[in-house]
T-cell receptor, first 117, second 114 residues
């Protein structure tokens, strides 16, 4: 039972255009969400996060949107650059105070983004 | 400004041998998480430790796997009597506190069981 789903295994975008990566979740106890970027043979690198009390968080070219009612979040990268080509993982956690959660992250399977020059 | 360090980066073991994976958290971080990534999959939580304590091992296989985070030294993930299905990338992450701080990941150890 996958609690965090990234339904698009891959996405191809032209350099300079917007990349939109999507993520859905099923557990209503999740209240903290993160995006990680991963290159082959490296560990995940933290990109941006959002708490459930917000619906948007922006950091430079990266913006994360959260729609709690739809249990959906998205990562927008604009403008996309060839160096953004990587696998992007969405992750979620529940507050350590709720339901026995210890704050460990639940990951989606990732979306491979290719930005073409 | 050292990040999370893991060693070895690559480890080859024959079936039945033991594998020991090490993780040193970022400076100032006292919380360590271990995750496993199988090919074409996302990362799966295994165990969460603080110094000298296992807080949550709900993701650990019941047999052959153990983890520790001693008072001094790195966290160790130990796999006894490895089998081919243990071949995976094992990532360690650390955070400064139990609250929802961002977890920062190491480069991983790629275990190959022959």
């Amino acid at each position: 039972d996958q609690q965090v789903k990234q339904n698009s295994p891959s996405l191809s975008v032209q350099e300079g255009r917007i990349s939109i990566l999507n993520c859905d979740y099923t557990n209503s106890m999740f209240d903290y969400f993160l995006w990680y970027k991963k290159y082959p043979a490296e560990g995940p690198t933290f990109l941006i996060s959002i708490s459930s009390i917000k619906d948007k968080n922006e950091d430079g070219r990266f913006t994360v949107f959260l729609n709690k009612s739809a249990k959906h979040l998205s990562l927008h990268i604009v403008p996309s650059q060839p160096g953004d080509s990587a696998v992007y993982f969405c992750a979620a956690s529940a507050n350590p105070g709720y339901g026995g959660s210890q704050g460990n992250l639940i990951f989606g399977k990732g979306t491979k983004l290719s930005v073409k020059p | 400004n050292a990040g999370v360090m893991q060693n070895p980066r690559h480890l080859v073991r024959r079936r039945g041998q033991e594998a020991r994976l090490r993780c040193s958290p970022m400076k100032g971080h006292s919380h360590v998480y271990w995750y496993r990534q199988l090919p074409e999959e996302g990362l799966k939580f295994m165990v969460y430790l603080q110094k000298e304590n296992i807080i949550d091992e709900s993701g650990m296989p019941k047999e052959r796997f153990s983890a520790e985070f001693p008072k001094e030294g790195p966290s160790i993930l130990r796999i006894q009597q490895v089998v081919r299905g243990d071949s995976a990338a094992y990532f360690c992450a650390s955070s400064p506190a139990r609250t929802q701080e961002t977890q920062y990941f190491g480069p991983g150890t790629r275990l190959l069981v022959l």
